[in-house]
């Protein structure tokens, strides 16, 4: 119970944003719409370290 938290990590793509970069030219003029939802946790800014998703990584 204690240790249930644990289990959600921040995103390593979006630092924990939800966001990535998209197009770095609007980014760097401040444009709304430079920035995309992160595709590896859903725009949440987390992901869950359940070992089924870890597999997949380790495969690769
Ligand atoms: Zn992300």
Redesign the pocket.
């Known amino acids: 119970m204690a240790n249930r938290t644990a289990k959600i990590l921040d995103?390593?793509?979006?630092?924990?944003?939800?966001?990535?970069i998209a197009d770095w030219e609007k980014y760097l003029e401040q444009h709304e719409d430079a920035l995309a939802e992160?595709?590896?946790?859903?725009?949440?800014?987390t992901?869950s370290a359940d070992p089924e998703h870890a597999h997949i990584r380790e495969a690769s």
Do not use: A
Request: aromatic share 0%.
């Open positions: 995103c390593e793509t979006c630092s924990g944003t939800g966001e990535v992160c595709d590896d946790c859903d725009g949440k800014g992901r």
